[in-house]
């Protein structure tokens, strides 16, 4: 079965970036759309960026213009570049295909603090 495994994550301060990505253990990338997903604490999982195949991609009303999603499907990979980190953009991230089909891997923890 396919494995997701997400990284990047780390402690940045508020307007700090970080790059997140995820590995696919099988060559599911370019059969599939991809997306990025996060939860924060105490709230439910949410979506946070996707694109269609490598085609056009969407964004959440909270990230759009901050955030970029990209893909490489040679390296079964998928990327999240994250700009001008904010306090709620705390969440552990995740990858999954879009829209889910996946089990969710253990995601990367993102915690933006002064």
């Known amino acids: 079965q396919v494995q997701l495994v997400e990284s990047g994550g780390g402690l940045v301060q508020p307007g700090g970036s970080l790059r997140l990505s995820c590995a696919a253990s099988?060559?599911?990338?370019?059969?599939?759309?991809m997306g990025w997903y996060r939860q924060a604490p105490g709230k439910e999982r949410a979506w946070v960026a996707s694109d269609i195949r490598g085609g056009n991609t969407f964004y959440s009303d909270s990230v759009k213009g901050r955030f970029t999603f990209s893909r490489d499907n040679a390296k079964n990979t998928v990327y999240l570049q994250m700009y001008n980190l904010r306090l709620e953009d705390t969440a552990v991230y995740y990858c999954?295909?879009?829209?889910?089909?996946?089990?969710w891997g253990q995601g990367t923890q993102v915690t933006v603090s002064s």
């Open positions: 999954n295909t879009a829209p889910v089909t996946l089990p």
């Open positions: 099988g060559s599911i990338f370019s059969t599939n759309g």
